[in-house]
């Protein structure tokens, strides 16, 4: 299994602004992914980080709205740019370990008003 | 395309009961993954248990155990003895072995423990 810590926990922002949020893992892992979870709803993936390579992004998600970095393979961001209302969810990230197992992170609870 | 079904949105059980999760899916392929996740209110998502495909046995970790029906692409999830740290949301995952490593979700589960 993986431990990973996400930070930060909970936000509360003002439309137009970005957050970074920021997941590290505790042992080197080559797939990271990044989900949003609506209200209610199941997790939607927003892309796939790789360490050394550009994101991969899920239809409907795009990178200057939500631009990753993955500098090692420990650590990666997601940033939610020029935020609204409707970006207002949970943020997870999570790794990869074994070929096929996904762990998760605790989860960003983001607010924007 | 590969789906996951959970045809429960809300599911209840007397605590010290057994309650089963019922999940179905589609795909073609023949090897794969499945998975159960628990997501108390913490928000936290918990892998509970993950059964291989090729294999017959199902998969079992302490009070949780799997009913696998590979031809009827059906994996439900049995808790015995429930316990009210066991209210959360439940999720039904698959993973394909050529599904470039996204995981298909389900819709969720929400199990209460009564007390």
């Known amino acids: 299994s993986a431990v990973i810590s996400q930070k930060p926990s909970r936000d509360i922002c003002q439309r137009g602004t970005s957050l970074t949020i920021q997941c590290q893992v505790d042992?080197?892992?080559?797939?990271m992914f990044w989900y949003r979870q609506q209200p209610g709803q199941s997790l939607t993936l927003i892309a796939t980080?790789?360490?050394?390579?550009?994101?991969?992004?899920e239809s409907g998600f795009v990178i200057d709205k939500f631009p990753i970095s993955r500098p090692n393979l420990t650590f990666s961001t997601l940033t939610v740019s020029n935020m609204s209302p409707e970006d207002s969810s949970i943020y997870l990230c999570?790794?990869?370990?074994?070929?096929?197992?996904?762990?998760f992170g605790p989860g960003t609870r983001l607010l924007v008003l | 395309a590969q789906t996951v079904t959970q045809s429960q949105p809300e599911m209840s059980v007397q605590e010290a009961e057994t309650v089963t999760l019922s999940c179905t899916y589609d795909?073609?392929?023949?090897?794969?993954?499945l998975f159960w996740y628990k997501q108390p209110p913490s928000r936290q998502m918990i892998l509970v248990i993950r059964?291989?495909?090729?294999k017959q046995q199902n998969a079992t970790e302490n009070r949780f155990s799997v009913n696998f029906q590979k031809a009827a692409k059906s994996f439900s999830l049995k808790i015995s003895d429930s316990q009210l740290g066991d209210a959360a949301m439940y999720f039904c995952?698959?993973?394909?072995?050529?599904?470039?490593?996204?995981?298909?979700w389900g819709a969720g589960t929400k199990l209460i423990i009564k007390p």
């Open positions: 999570s790794v990869e370990v074994g070929r096929e197992t996904q762990y």
């Open positions: 042992s080197q892992v080559t797939m």
């Open positions: 980080a790789n360490q050394g390579s550009e994101a991969t992004y």
């Open positions: 795909t073609s392929e023949s090897d794969y993954y």
């Open positions: 059964q291989e495909a090729y």
């Open positions: 995952a698959y993973r394909g072995m050529d599904s470039n490593y996204q995981l298909i």
